[in-house]
């Protein structure tokens, strides 16, 4: 079955940065898009960034210009670049993908971002 595995999170201070991986199995990982999502204490998961088996690239505006998604299909791996992280970014950092009509989630990672 399909199994995503999350890792890669942290204590970092402000400004820092942090490199989530995402490492994927029991499908084909080339073929399939690639979502990264987060979910801070006390709020609703939200979208951070997704790539396309092509490797075309989306963000939400709250990252755009400080996170950066990538993938490395012969590792069937997807990583999440975080860059001038500040507070408002610690959560739960999990990564996602639709594989036969059904929703896959990792268990996540979580990124704190503290002085």
């Known amino acids: 079955q399909v199994q995503l595995v999350e890792s890669g999170g942290g204590l970092v201070q402000p400004g820092g940065s942090l490199r989530l991986s995402c490492a994927a199995s029991?499908?084909?990982?080339?073929?399939?898009?690639m979502r990264w999502y987060r979910q801070a204490p006390g709020r609703e998961r939200e979208f951070v960034a997704d790539?396309?088996?092509?490797?075309?690239?989306n963000y939400a505006d709250s990252v755009k210009g400080r996170f950066t998604i990538s993938r490395d299909d012969a590792k069937n791996t997807v990583y999440l670049q975080m860059n001038s992280l500040k507070p408002e970014d610690t959560a739960v950092y999990s990564c996602?993908?639709?594989?036969?009509?059904?929703?896959?989630w990792g268990k996540g990672t979580l990124a704190t971002v503290s002085s």
């Open positions: 996602n993908t639709l594989h036969v009509s059904l929703s896959y």
């Open positions: 790539i396309t088996s092509y490797g075309t690239t």
């Open positions: 029991g499908l084909t990982f080339s073929l399939y898009k």
